[in-house]
């Protein structure tokens, strides 16, 4: 297959939906009337959506077909049973738990695990695990290895954690009030970069050691385990599945997002091995997710989760995922547009502030370029620069570490054709980069301001 340069598209299309062209002038007129936020536009007046790839994918004749079969038993529900197999059958935990979506899982998981004084290490937290950490009073610390936090070192394995920084928080801190390590795979806020197995060994050994239980966020596990097929000695032969059960075997417990590598609309869960938590949990999920054995989801949710994760690890698929990603990448980079190295999974991050030298973080190069692409190309990607970041409680404004737009990738939705129109807008706008103006905010809310905030761009540079 590798012989062929073309990336095939390892599914065909049966149902299709049209989406609109607009005109720059219409987009102009968008613009205005959203504030220059692009998370207020109408998704139907985007042509190409690259804001997130979280519940955005494309679902497959089989998990239309489960959403047919979906029952809707409040109690012990056949489809809860099948979803049930499928999780076990990668990520074999005693305990599983569905959830509405991930955060949710978070939110019961540090409910109990959590509270003033606990500390919880990761490679990166995601934004809504660092949230729901917090909330609970307990520390989120993030401990990547030195090269996750350069945006243009190669690493086959940047979301990596510093295990030498990991052993000395838990001393500095305490092993008792770290209640368990997290590692996030792929490392999403790291730019969906991979953990190795070699790393997850050596984390679990640091565990181990101070007898703390270790658990994964596995949103994009089979992305992962791609990446360690890949790239890690002596996984070149084995199967996905083989890779994702060795992950789940170093760790004590789980949360997930089906709406990223469960290839489904919405859904997650959390998993452990532990009956006294799993006790906790499960009454923290009855008194606001549902019943445990379906946990906010409909029946037919549970369906489409239990064969989207039969689909992720089929190696076609995740064959052109990595590669479509790496694609879009590989040709901005030949363009001369930086990005973040190597490319990641999900998504490409583009280096918005080098690419606008002339615009200084505080009047947001990534807000500048994101507008950018869709006034030229219809194209929405986010922001996650010091527009995200750059908000302090105490009202002080800082500029963030870096300042980026990122290109996520929905799973199955666009084709060869659509990514290579979305590298010409940019080429396009990267040729004019120096035209750009920065953008000021004319109105906020005191946080999250990057939902909901109101921009003006500033008189031209
Ligand atoms: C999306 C995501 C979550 C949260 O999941 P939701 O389903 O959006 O609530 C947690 N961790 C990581 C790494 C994610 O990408």
């Known amino acids: 297959m590798d012989r062929w340069k073309t990336i095939i598209e390892p599914h065909r299309i049966k149902s299709v939906e049209p989406i609109r062209m607009t005109t720059v002038e219409e987009r102009d007129g968008y613009l205005r009337e959203s504030g220059y936020n692009l998370f207020n536009l109408h998704a139907a007046d985007v042509l190409i959506d690259l804001l997130t790839d979280s519940g955005t994918g494309a679902m497959s004749a089989?998990?239309?077909?489960?959403?047919?079969?979906?029952?809707?038993?409040?109690?012990?529900?056949?489809?809860?049973?099948?979803?049930?197999?499928?999780?076990?059958?990668?990520?074999?935990?005693?305990?599983?738990?569905?959830?509405?979506?991930?955060?949710?899982?978070?939110?019961?998981?540090?409910?109990?695990?959590?509270?003033?004084?606990?500390?919880?290490?990761?490679?990166?937290h995601f934004d809504t695990t660092r949230a729901n950490v917090e909330f609970t009073g307990a520390q989120a610390l993030d401990l990547v290895i030195e090269a996750g936090r350069h945006p243009s070192e190669i690493h086959p394995f940047k979301g990596n954690m510093d295990t030498d920084a990991l052993e000395a928080a838990i001393r500095r801190h305490g092993a008792a009030n770290v209640p368990?390590?997290?590692?996030?795979?792929?490392?999403?806020?790291?730019?969906?970069?991979?953990?190795?197995?070699?790393?997850?060994?050596?984390?679990?050994?640091?565990?181990?050691?101070?007898a703390i239980p270790l658990f994964l966020d596995a949103c994009r596990f089979a992305e992962n385990a791609w990446f360690i097929k890949q790239r890690e000695d002596g996984y070149a032969d084995a199967s996905i599945g083989d890779i994702v059960r060795e992950m789940a075997a170093l760790a004590d417990g789980m949360t997930m997002s089906a709406k990223k590598d469960g290839i489904a609309n919405i859904g997650g869960w959390l998993a452990m091995n532990d009956d006294v938590w799993a006790e906790q949990a499960r009454n923290l999920e009855i008194l606001t997710e549902g019943f445990p054995t379906y946990g906010g989801?409909?029946?037919?949710?549970?369906?489409?989760?239990?064969?989207?994760?039969?689909?992720?690890?089929?190696?076609?698929?995740?064959?052109?995922?990595?590669?479509?990603?790496?694609?879009?990448?590989?040709a901005l980079v030949e363009v001369g547009i930086?990005?973040?190295?190597?490319?990641?999974?999900?998504?490409?991050?583009?280096?918005?502030?080098?690419?606008?030298?002339?615009?200084?973080?505080?009047?947001?190069?990534?807000?500048?370029?994101?507008?950018?692409?869709?006034?030229?190309?219809?194209?929405?990607?986010?922001?996650?620069?010091?527009?995200?970041?750059?908000?302090?409680?105490?009202?002080?404004?800082?500029?963030?570490?870096?300042?980026?737009?990122?290109?996520?990738?929905?799973?199955?939705?666009?084709?060869?054709?659509?990514?290579?129109?979305?590298?010409?807008?940019?080429?396009?706008?990267?040729?004019?980069?120096?035209?750009?103006?920065?953008?000021?905010?004319?109105?906020?809310?005191?946080?999250?301001?990057?939902?909901t905030a109101r921009f003006e761009p500033i008189g031209e540079a």
């Open 338 to 451: 930086p990005c973040v190295q190597p490319i990641g999974g999900h998504a490409v991050y583009v280096d918005a502030g080098a690419l606008l030298p002339q615009i200084p973080p505080l009047q947001y190069p990534g807000q500048s370029l994101a507008v950018a692409l869709y006034r030229e190309g219809g194209i929405r990607g986010c922001e996650i620069g010091s527009v995200m970041f750059g908000q302090h409680a105490d009202g002080l404004e800082t500029p963030a570490a870096m300042e980026l737009v990122r290109l996520a990738i929905p799973r199955r939705v666009y084709t060869q054709s659509h990514v290579d129109y979305v590298i010409e807008v940019a080429r396009w706008v990267a040729e004019r980069a120096g035209d750009l103006r920065g953008y000021r905010i004319v109105e906020q809310p005191p946080q999250l301001r990057h939902f």
């Open 62 to 124: 089989e998990q239309w077909a489960g959403i047919q079969r979906g029952d809707e038993s409040y109690a012990g529900s056949p489809s809860w049973y099948r979803f049930l197999e499928s999780v076990r059958e990668l990520f074999p935990f005693k305990h599983v738990m569905p959830t509405h979506q991930g955060r949710a899982a978070e939110r019961i998981l540090f409910s109990v695990v959590g509270g003033p004084g606990r500390v919880v290490p990761s490679n990166t």
């Open 180 to 210: 368990l390590v997290m590692v996030t795979v792929t490392n999403n806020s790291g730019g969906g970069q991979p953990v190795s197995l070699a790393n997850l060994r050596a984390v679990r050994e640091v565990c181990d050691r101070h």
């Open 297 to 330: 989801l409909a029946g037919r949710d549970l369906e489409a989760i239990a064969q989207g994760l039969r689909e992720v690890v089929e190696e076609d698929y995740l064959r052109y995922r990595i590669r479509s990603t790496a694609y879009l990448g590989e």
